[in-house]
Structures are given as structure tokens and as C-alpha cells.
């Protein structure tokens, strides 16, 4: 893959339920996953479902941690920790 | 540890009888069936009941179906959406994107999360957890499954919520299902059975497991009633019955002489006699009698409708239109095979309960084995008499058999022990014609007459003639 001539935007917003040991390693996850990106710009919102239960309810997440992929293709969704990385990026098309 | 189980009552009828009071409070109660078996509706009656008092209560479902629980309760005249908007009741719909992707573990953290936010939103005291097991399956390892379990069962016990949680399980045996642990981490637990037999379908409930506390152990009918689950009450033993009374004339004259006076009150009286032999007549008698006395009668008709019968009556002299324009007489019409037992005992009860009878009479018992099963006959007909006799109301039932024989096989469904009064109608072919004879074989606890009388049914009604089969024939 390379760099700058296809760089693309991410809206992402990731659910976790505070210190949770799953919610725990999606956000490891995430993060290593950006930081393997550096080409792409992501934007990510971090919901913790302890502080803010109505955000999940309103967008009917129920599942913890969950990945909501806002843009591109909007409505997506990726439920776990994220280990299997494969499965996200291709969910991503990275 | 507690040392005394305290209870919260579930308001559903009959149940709270079973439970001895209700579900344990701060409990674990788990509603066990197979599919279509009443589990959700049994949760959602209790949340429902529990709001209208004032116990704000959720509803966490993970079954497709919040819409279907909507439509539940407008069935059944339940004004969900307003207990919703007063804050005493949420429907929490815990759904999955059935287009998400998975990418690692997951676990319910996240539920309970939402849920804490609504039970501290609402000050819930009383939570439904439907269908688990739906979510439980998506992680697809066992362990996991049950550790995830495990953690639910904990959170809510350290809540202090009174909870019920619906496990479907096969052949209602939570024992060989996935989710064995339960059985020993419940409070308590109510099976509940669907089944069908020789074509009607039939619901049983009964506990199998309460701790710390004593429990009916039979199995009850229940029936989904236009008002919500009805548990139909416990048989009990002949001891609550109260004892007979004075007599009601029978309307039939020259009969209540035979019978030290008339039909007892509290007592059961069966007319039975083959087709034609005028059972039906006999039961009208009665009806129009007692009415015209101030007293009042439910007749249960498994054979004709209210108005065809009441036009039948008018040939033999039996005006049965006034009772009915005064509300003293009520006619409860219905096809024995149009629906299951429990729903025949709750017509029947309901129909007992609005109206508050003296006498309740049902033609033909015989046709109560269209109801399914000679078993089935015999349990609604024994729960039927033994409600009357509980409630001290006089019951009369005709019965039809089919020859000869009927002396041998008085009410075909081994009813005899709670019948105290029994008359047999024959038509009897004596100098070329037909006569009608009547007899009466039992009558407890008085003394009766012993002999055959003719009797005859005239545009007057039906009437004995003076004397016994003897003088008859010196006429």
C-alpha cells in the first residue's frame, strides 16, 4: 500500500465499558492499528458506556467494545476487541 | 445469610397461591419452557402488575421482538407506553447488527452498563432478563458463555433485584440443557409446559424448586385470557366445601317431594338419561324456578345456543325470557372443542365471578369429552364442581348416555364421588307407546324415594305423576 495518493478519512467511534479487560485491549488495538496508518487521517470519538449509557442505547450498541464506523460507509460495525486485525482492516479497507 | 425468604408478589392470578406468596425478593426466578410456552409473558405480566402499583421495573430482551410485546400487551388491555412515559416501566430491546463484523472477544460489559443507567434512572426494584441465551451464544465457547452468565447472575444479586430470567430449554428440563449452573444458582424456578394433546392444545406451570420456602408441587392449567395469564386454582380437598344447605325446589312438581324437598344447596345433582328423555327440560325447570324464587343461575350450554334453548323451552310451558331480560339468568354458549380446558374453566369461573350464581348448571357433561380426552373432561368438570362446592353454589349437570346401560355408567367420567344427587330419565316402551320414566338412584344424605315414577313433560312443564310405577300400572 502506499502512501499519499490515496489518503483517505475515518470517522470511527469506539464503545468500551470503562476498564473492562476486552474494552481494554480494543483501545490497544485501535491504536496500534493507527498508529500503523499514519498515511490515513482517523478521527475517533471513545464512548465509555459507564459514563454515557444513552449514547449506546440511542444508537442501539449493546455489544462491548464495539467499533461504529462512521465514515466511510457509514452504519458499520465491528463488535470485539479487535485482535483479529485482518477482519478490521478489510472492514476498513486499509 | 437470610434466615426468612420475603417474597414480592407476582399479582399474576394463581400464581402468587403457588408460590406461597410470590417470587423471593432480591431473588433469582427462572421461567423455563420450550418456545411459544409463555415464558416472555409471564415476565412481562409481572413487570406490568409490579408498574401499576408503583414498583418501577425493565424489561431486557434479547429476542427480536419488542413490538411483539407491544402488541402482547394491547391484547391484553395493558397500557404499556404509558407506565413507559410515567417512568415505571422500560422495554430495553438488546439487539445485534446482524451485518457486524466480529473481530475478537466480547462480553457484557456493556449491557450492564445500560442497564445500570436505567435501573438507577427508573429506581427499578424489579428486572426481566428475557432470552439470555441469544446473546450468550454469539461468544460461541461454552466457558465463556458461562463465565459471562455467571457475572449477569452476580451483578444482579449484588443490585438486590428481584429478577426473572427466561431460559429456554428442551423437553423444560434446564438439567440437560447448556446452562445446567442455573438450576442451582436460581431462587426459585417456574417450568412452563405447552403441549398438545389429542388435538387441543393445553399450558401447564408448575415450580420445581423453591428455596427456603414451601411451594405447590402439582401441575396447574394456565390459559392466556383476555386479561393476562389465569393460574386456574388448586384443587382442594373435599374439607373446604361448604356443607350442604337448604333445599331449592327443583321446578319440576311432584320431584321435590322424592327428594326431601328439592336440590341442596351446595349440592350436586346429575339428570342423566338418553337422548330425548327430556334432561334438557329438567335443567330449564330448575332455571326458571330458582329465578322466579330471586335466585340466580349460570347455565353453561355445551349443546344449543341461549336462544335456540329458550325457544325449545316455550313448547314444554318454560319461559325462560324474563330470567334472562332481568340478568338472573346467564347463558354461557360454547363448542366443548372450541378451545382447550383452561380456557373452559376460565369462561366458566369468569362468568361465575361477574355474575355471583346460586346455581350453575351444565348440559352435557357428556359433551365436555369433546374437549380432548376423557382426562380432560374430567378435570374441567371436577375443577368446575369443585369451585361450586367451595363456593356453596348448587351445580346441575345432564349427562347423556348412550343406551341401556346407563345405570352401570352414571357420568361415563368417574364423577360419582362428588355428585351428591342422581336422577335417571328412561324412556320406557309400555302398551305400545312410549312413557317416560324417572328414578332416583343416590341421594346423599336424605331419604328419597325408591321407586320409578312416570312423569310427564306437558305444556305445563314436567310434572310426576301422583304415584310409582305400581299404581301407574293399575291406572
Known sequence: MTANSNKKRYSLRLFVAGNAPNSRIARKNLEHLLAKHPEHEFEVEVVDLNVQPEVALDQGVFISPALQILEPNSGGIVYGNLSQKEVLEKVLNL | MVTQTLKTPTKIRGLDEILNGGVPTGGLTLLNGGPGAGKTLFGLEFLMRG?????????????????????????FGWDIVELENRGFLSIIRARFDPEGFLSGDFDLGGILAILRHKIETLAAKQVVIDAPDVFLRLLDNRVKERAELYKLINWLHDQKLTTLMTVKADGGDIARSDYEPLDYLADCIIQLDQRVIEQVTTRRVRVSKYRGSAHGRNEYPFAMTDQGIWIIPITETQLSHVALGEAFPTGVAGLDVQLSGGYLRASCNLVTGASGTGKTTFAASFARTSTANGKRVFYINFEESPDSMVSCMLSPGIDLRPALENGSLRFLSVMPEAQGIEEHLIQ??????????????????????????????????????????????TSLLTNLTDSVKETQEITGIDLSSMIDTVIILRNVEQHGQFERELSVL?????????????????????????SGVEAAHDR
Do not use: W
Request: charged share 25%; proline share 2%; with cysteine.
Open chain 2, 51 to 75: 408498574a401499576q402499583q408503583g414498583i418501577p421495573g425493565i424489561l431486557l430482551t434479547f429476542e427480536e421482538h419488542e413490538d411483539a410485546l407491544h402488541h402482547y400487551a394491547t391484547t
Open chain 2, 348 to 393: 366458566a369461573f369468569r362468568g361465575i365471578e361477574e355474575l355471583k350464581p346460586d346455581i350453575v348448571i351444565v348440559d352435557a357433561i357428556s359433551a365436555c369429552r369433546r374437549m380432548g380426552s376423557r382426562n380432560s373432561a374430567f378435570d374441567y368438570l371436577l375443577r368446575l364442581i369443585d369451585h361450586c362446592k367451595t363456593k356453596g353454589i
Open chain 2, 442 to 466: 343416590k341421594a346423599r344424605g336424605r331419604q328419597h324415594s325408591n321407586k320409578v315414577h312416570e312423569f310427564q313433560i306437558t305444556n305445563q312443564g314436567v310434572s310426576l305423576l301422583n
